[in-house]
């Protein structure tokens, strides 16, 4: 869920940095209606393509995992053993 603001966070905030003078000198990007477009297109792409899971996350608000939750999951055998497999004889 993180990830999904994060990366709805990242395009705006680099568009927006990329246009400094001071930051990239003479490199620096011209803040375009386009650019703006973008920056707001984009977010909204990932909050629609997130939106189920943001949406559980809030309804839900289910605290983190405990670090002993985190290893019972990490200790859960796989479904099936690959090595002990035989293929076609």
């Known amino acids: 869920m993180l990830e999904a603001l994060v990366n709805?966070?990242?395009?705006?905030a680099s568009a927006v940095s990329l246009s400094?003078?001071?930051?990239?000198?003479?490199?620096?990007?011209?803040?375009?209606?386009?650019?703006?477009?973008?920056?707001?297109?984009v977010p909204l792409g990932i909050m629609l393509y997130?939106?189920?899971?943001?949406?559980?996350?809030?309804?839900?608000?289910?605290p983190p995992l405990s670090a002993e939750e985190q290893e019972a999951l990490l200790a859960v055998p796989p479904l099936r053993d690959d090595a002990n497999i035989q293929g076609p004889t």
């Open 20 to 41: 400094f003078t001071w930051l990239m000198g003479d490199d620096a990007e011209p803040l375009t209606a386009w650019v703006i477009a973008g920056s707001v297109v």
């Open 8 to 12: 709805g966070i990242v395009t705006p």
């Open 50 to 62: 997130e939106g189920a899971t943001i949406w559980q996350f809030i309804r839900e608000k289910k």
